[in-house]
């Protein structure tokens, strides 16, 4: 049978296909084998998308260990959005991870105008521990940094181009700063 993987061949069939390839952009590579023409629609690197996931898996194994009931359930709802965000192939871990906090940071607000205090805490303390599984936020000077950027970029000068300049700002920022934050900047440097 013919070598597989990246001395080859194909890693389905054995068939030698020549040099295996790696094609696409760094946060989504794919496979590509030029002679026959095909390019994987599958990640190349599976590994370093699940990293998450399997970081979280082995934490609820310890929460679980360890007795913690609070972590094992916030973890376990976490995992069970991250799954079916992979299921359905929608949204990056990064976002669904994003969208949890921000769910469980407005629940708390929400439990704390009702006079809820133990509820609010409780909510605070999941997305603190969400937080812990999300990519450094950008500091204060970096974000105006990218964000004036942005602006001379976009060619904004006014309040009625800010749309302009947050399509320019968000694609620089990546997901690394909450879109409220970034709002308000933008607002403030065509202000002033």
Not at 61 to 83: C, F, I, T
Not at 109 to 130: H, V
């Amino acid at each position: 049978m013919a070598a597989r993987g990246a001395k080859g061949g194909c890693g389905l069939c054995g068939q030698r296909t020549g040099r295996v390839s790696v094609v696409g952009t760094a946060a989504r590579p794919r496979v590509q084998l030029p002679e026959m023409g095909l390019i994987s629609d599958r990640p190349a690197y599976p590994a370093l998308r699940m990293a998450v996931q399997e970081q979280i898996k082995a934490d609820l194994r310890e929460a679980m260990r360890a007795g913690e009931r609070d972590k094992v359930a916030a973890l376990r709802l976490v995992l069970s959005e991250l799954q079916k965000a992979a299921k359905e192939g929608a949204d990056d871990e990064v976002t669904v991870l994003r969208r949890e906090r921000k769910r469980r940071l407005e629940a708390a607000r929400a439990y704390r105008e009702g006079g809820r205090e133990d509820l609010a805490n409780g909510e605070e303390a999941e997305a603190t521990l969400i937080d812990g599984y999300l990519p450094a936020e950008l500091s204060e000077d970096e974000l105006k940094t990218i964000i004036d950027q942005a602006v001379r970029e976009s060619g904004a000068a006014t309040p009625q181009d800010m749309g302009k300049a947050m399509k320019q700002a968000m694609a620089a920022v990546g997901g690394r700063a909450d879109g409220r934050r970034v709002s308000e900047l933008v607002r403030a440097s065509l202000a002033g």
